[in-house]
């Protein structure tokens, strides 16, 4: 008699399952008494939403931060505008991606970004 619930048919049911296994073989949680896993499943959680938080509310001023420091050291003031030399760089590329496209559309493509 197998130790493991029985295999459900191809679906979505067999996805979560085959996860569900994974996950119980990896960290040996079915090894574990119930309230054992319902402890290291929360505190995995919340540990995995702080730091999804931390991300949400610190990096974008981080990587403002970052963009005022990267434009002093190259153009040595940190009010230099930085986004313009990569939204240069995107619309050429987009140019480069689509100008097959115009040429056998025989039309302009125009791109705003």
Known sequence: MPHYPA???????R?????RIWLESTFAT????PWEVALIVTVLATVTLLI???IYT???SHIA??????SYYVYGDENVEVTAPIK???????????GGVRDS??????LEL
């Not at 931060?65 to 990267?70: H, N, Q, S």
């Open 105 to 110: 559309i025989g039309g302009k493509v125009q």
């Open 52 to 54: 999804w938080f931390s």
């Open 65 to 70: 931060y970052l963009a005022r420091r990267w």
């Open 30 to 33: 079915s090894m574990m008494q």
């Open 88 to 98: 240069i760089w995107i619309r050429s590329q987009f140019g480069k991606a689509f």
């Open 15 to 19: 996805v979560i399952w085959n996860q």
């Open 58 to 60: 610190y990096l974008p």
């Open 7 to 13: 295999r459900p048919p191809p679906g979505i049911r």
